[in-house]
């Protein structure tokens, strides 16, 4: 794995302007293998360029139109860091997107990617924002707990009435389970069907409190 990474601050004397670099990143395992943070805004490109080809770009922006990303400062509306399935990625949301391409750009390390985040906002002037998001998959888990629940319920009624020497009737709709549940139901007994129902329930109503707990989440929002 090829990796560059650069404190540059260098001028890129140009024939109109000068530009200041501040950082300049290149890795080849990244999606965004080279990238420029200058003073005027950020450039991207999935191509392994060399710092100097900025200067090319800024000098006649046709030539890697295709290669290069340009987001000025003034353009960008939002941050948002994502850390997933150890990934480090910004999504970097723009103001006018039929003019400039939003991004997603990766960085191969959380401390890399907190130093980009505040270049950016030293020069792009976005303040943080603490957000909530709530994830609702804590609802599925509690519907697992109600069925859980039934089935106990079902486990358990029909002990009782096998240790009542009653004939189940196990025809109709989900016969299936039910000859499944009454096999249970006899070899676990009125107290072994108690027993089994309470675990089962006890485990997804744990669960179920579990997600809820986490399902809402901080995050840090550069707007």
């Known amino acids: 794995m090829n990796s560059i990474y650069l404190d540059s601050y260098n001028l890129l004397p140009l024939p109109d302007k000068i530009i200041f670099m501040i950082k300049y990143y290149q890795n080849s395992s990244l999606v965004f293998k080279t990238r420029w943070i200058t003073d005027n805004g950020l450039y991207f490109s999935e191509k392994e360029l060399e710092e100097s080809v900025l200067m090319r770009f800024e000098g006649n922006p046709k ?3 295709k290669d290069i990303i340009f987001i000025p400062y003034a353009q960008i509306e939002s941050l948002t860091p994502i850390s997933e399935n150890q990934q480090f ?3 970097i949301d723009v103001k006018e997107p039929e003019k400039y391409q939003a991004v997603v750009a990766d960085f191969i390390s959380n401390e890399q990617m907190d130093e980009a985040v505040l270049q950016i906002t030293r020069q792009s002037g976005l303040k943080e924002h603490i957000e909530i998001t709530k994830d609702k998959s804590w609802v599925r888990n509690l519907l697992y707990t109600f069925v859980a629940g039934f089935f106990g319920y079902s486990l358990v009624m029909m002990s009782k ?3 009542a020497g009653k004939v189940l009737d196990l025809s109709g709709r989900r016969s299936g389970v039910k000859k499944i549940l009454a096999t249970v139901a006899e070899q676990l007994g009125v107290v072994g069907s ?3 129902a309470i675990v089962i329930v006890a485990v997804c109503g744990y669960l179920t409190f579990k997600a809820f ?11």
């Open 63 to 65: 030539e890697f139109e």
């Open 161 to 163: 009435e096998i240790e």
């Open 213 to 223: 707990k986490t399902s809402h989440t901080k995050i840090s929002v550069w707007k």
């Open 89 to 91: 990625l910004l999504d």
């Open 194 to 196: 108690i027993v089994l």
